[in-house]
């Protein structure tokens, strides 16, 4: 069975641009989320989709957007990229999103540099 | 906002040491997650505690959540090379919908 798999694994943007970032959870899991990672910041909540619909939001700027297709494939759009953008963006997948009791699976993340 | 705090921030011990991570809020969660994270990839799970006063063994890892679900703590006996790695912990809200994780603690086992 194949683990989350997200694409692409680096990333080198300049600021003002924009990125968009993809993310395939583990076959029959329909929650996806979406986290930023950095060295001062740790782990941060971007957002939760289920079947398609965000159900949850951390406290992100409108700047970062994302969504969930049909067959629960996600991807995560950052605009007018900024320096402090620089992160490494996990997505993780869970079958039911029924409670954080499940189990979460991580992918191995994007690397995004802004420069 | 619930928040977690991990200490320490940072361990090096040599291998067949002992080591203890703590995972502290003044917010009480539902569940108790621990994850590793090595280098280039994502987290990994590795225990869940629900029940205050609960004690989870997995093998030389020992992970207990407090009486009042406040609070948690992870010890490695005996830690090994392998062993090296980001801890993190994350707390479950009461909605069971959020989950907050603490800053982590980078340990480094050296042979």
């Known amino acids: 069975k194949a683990g989350v798999t997200q694409t692409p694994r680096y990333l080198i943007k300049t600021r003002g641009q924009q990125v968009t970032l993809s993310c395939s959870p583990i076959s029959g899991h329909r929650s996806v989320s979406w986290y930023q990672q950095t060295p001062g910041q740790g782990l941060q909540f971007l957002f939760e989709?289920?079947?398609?619909?965000?159900?949850n939001k951390g406290n992100f700027p409108g700047r970062f957007s994302g969504r969930q297709f049909s067959n629960s494939r996600s991807e995560m759009n950052v605009s007018t990229l900024e320096l402090g953008d620089s992160a490494l963006y996990l997505c993780a997948s869970r079958r039911t999103g029924t409670g954080y009791n499940e189990k979460l699976f991580f992918g191995s993340g994007t690397q995004l540099s802004v420069l | 906002t619930q928040l977690l705090e991990q200490s320490p921030q940072f361990l090096s011990i040599q291998e067949g040491e002992n080591l203890t991570v703590y995972c502290n809020s003044s917010s009480v969660f539902s569940s108790l997650q621990w994850y590793r994270q090595e280098p280039g990839e994502g987290p990994v799970l590795l225990v869940t505690v629900v029940t205050g006063g609960e004690v989870k063994k997995l093998k030389r890892l020992t992970f207990q959540f407090g009486d009042a679900r406040k609070d948690s703590s992870l010890h490695i006996t005996a830690a090994q090379p392998g062993d090296t790695g980001l801890y993190l912990c994350a707390g479950a809200s009461a909605a069971g919908n959020k989950l907050t994780f603490g800053g982590g603690t980078r340990v480094l086992v050296k042979p």
């Open positions: 989709y289920f079947s398609e619909t965000q159900r």
